[in-house]
T-cell receptor, first 111, second 111 residues
Framework: GEDVEQSLFLSVREGDSSVINCTYTDSSSTYLYWYKQEPGAGLQLLTYIFSNMDMKQDQRLTVLLNKKDKHLSLRIADTQTGDSAIYFCAERMDSSYKLIFGSGTRLLVRP | EPEVTQTPSHQVTQMGQEVILRCVPISNHLYFYWYRQILGQKVEFLVSFYNNEISEKSEIFDDQFSVERPDGSNFTLKIRSTKLEDSAMYFC?????????FGEGSRLTVL
């Protein structure tokens, strides 16, 4: 069945890199997404990657996709206190428009 | 930057009442969605809408739910007779190609 798993919590020091990991089960995923949710706010699209790509970089964000292991990661370089939020990984499968979300990883950035 | 807007931001209603949540998707997008997030749980897909009809729906989207695009801009979610377990944050989203953008959400509290 469809499932997306993430670790629940990550704590890093300001200025360090953060790496948030995600695993998914469906090999027919076409797009994989990272969203950020701050307290009481909506889901902000950070970046997404098409399944035929291995890597995508966008300023401080780097997404790595290992399709063989069904593993997706989001690296945030030079993490700032404003990056503290919940980060959701989501997959979209071929021939479907719905996203399957993980439970979210709460990132805490310590000054 | 174009954005998805939702109203109301918060609605409190009595069990059994009808509720309509409204959304204005991004203007050149063709695919529209509703998701919900019960407090502390995953973001769950409810329904997708394309070309004036439902293209996909989840098991959650039963006969109590309906969606409509009454004019060229609004996209609504109606819950006919609310139950306590309908209390959640409801997110509208729209997409063009790969990107999928969410609104800030409408928090529904059923008493």
């Amino acid at each position: 069945g469809e499932d997306v798993e993430q670790s629940l919590f990550l704590s890093v020091r300001e200025g360090d890199s953060s790496v948030i990991n995600c695993t998914y089960t469906d090999s027919s995923s076409t797009y994989l997404y990272w969203y950020k949710q701050e307290p009481g706010a909506g889901l902000q699209l950070l970046t997404y990657i098409f399944s035929n790509m291995d890597m995508k970089q966008d300023q401080r964000l780097t997404v790595l996709l290992n399709k063989k292991d069904k593993h997706l990661s989001l690296r945030i370089a030079d993490t700032q206190t404003g990056d503290s939020a919940i980060y959701f990984c989501a997959e979209r499968m071929d021939s479907s428009y719905k996203l399957i979300f993980g439970s979210g990883t709460r990132l805490l950035v310590r000054p | 930057e174009p954005e998805v807007t939702q109203t109301p931001s918060h609605q409190v209603t009595q069990m059994g009442q009808e509720v309509i949540l409204r959304c204005v998707p991004i203007s050149n997008h063709l695919y529209f969605y509703w998701y919900r997030q019960i407090l502390g749980q995953k973001v769950e897909f409810l329904v997708s809408f394309y070309n004036n009809e439902i293209s996909e729906k989840s098991e959650i989207f039963d006969d109590q739910f309906s969606v409509e695009r009454p004019d060229g801009s609004n996209f609504t979610l109606k819950i006919r007779s609310t139950k306590l377990e309908d209390s959640a944050m409801y997110f509208c989203a729209s997409s063009g190609a790969g990107e999928l953008f969410f609104g800030e959400g409408s928090r529904l509290t059923v008493l």
